[in-house]
């Protein structure tokens, strides 16, 4: 079974500039999160989804941050205009719904912002 | 609310010696509650989980967690350190049924000094 997709594994930008992350979930798993893991700390949730349906996006930071899951699969987080203080490591994790729901987490995509 | 305090943001260890890595959490709610370990460049991997049934979880890897309602802590220990146990491991709350809305320390790396 394939794991979380994310990509690009590393991204390299100039502060003002967009960039935007993608993630593709386990097959069947209907729960989507989207972290912020800042260095030497622990992954943060920005947004999780039911379907493709934001059910939690109360810490994403809404005039910059963006992020959509069409069709409930595959979804992409975006930044626009990137700040130096975004330069972190972008998570994403998906799991299955009920009782077993252990998350499952994609090996993330670190951004740098210069 | 919920949070997670970590003990130590490193601890090393001699090949062969104990591990022991300290978990203190606050929670309003009964707890789940998680250990995930993340190697370099890596998704977050999960070790063990406790769900409220047998107080002692046993994980992967050869390790294993005490959950003690008395003193709100679950600490992951393994008897015997091995040079492939070196990464960094994180201890997390959970909240919300049915979607483990989860809430981490900021991570305590382990080296392994052989």
């Known amino acids: 079974e394939a794991g979380v997709v994310q990509s690009p594994r590393y991204k390299i930008i100039e502060k003002k500039q967009p960039v935007a992350f993608w993630c593709n979930p386990i097959?069947?798993?209907?729960?989507l999160y989207w972290y912020l893991q800042n260095l030497g700390q622990g992954p943060e949730l920005l947004i999780r989804y039911e379907n493709e349906e934001a059910v939690d996006d109360s810490q994403l930071p809404k005039d910059r941050f963006s992020a959509e899951r069409l069709k409930g699969v595959d979804s992409t987080l975006k930044i626009q205009p990137a700040e130096l203080g975004d330069s972190a490591v972008y998570l994403c994790a998906s799991s299955s719904g009920g009782s077993r729901n252990e998350q499952f987490f994609g090996p993330g995509t670190r951004l740098t912002v210069l | 609310a919920q949070s997670v305090t970590q003990l130590g943001s490193h601890v090393s260890v001699s090949e062969g010696a104990l591990v022991l890595l300290r978990c203190n959490y606050s929670s309003s709610v009964p707890p789940y509650l998680f250990w995930y370990v993340q190697y370099p460049n890596q998704g977050l991997q999960l070790l063990l989980k406790y769900t409220s049934a047998a107080t002692l979880v046993k994980g992967i890897n050869g390790f294993e967690a005490e959950f003690k309602k008395s003193e709100t802590s679950f600490h992951l220990t393994k008897p015997s350190a091995h040079m492939s146990d070196a990464a960094e491991y994180f201890c997390?709350?959970?909240?919300?049924?049915?979607?483990?809305?989860?809430?981490f320390g900021k991570g305590t790396k382990l080296s392994v000094i052989p």
């Open positions: 997390a709350v959970g909240t919300g049924a049915g979607s483990y809305q989860l809430t």
């Open positions: 097959s069947g798993h209907n729960t």
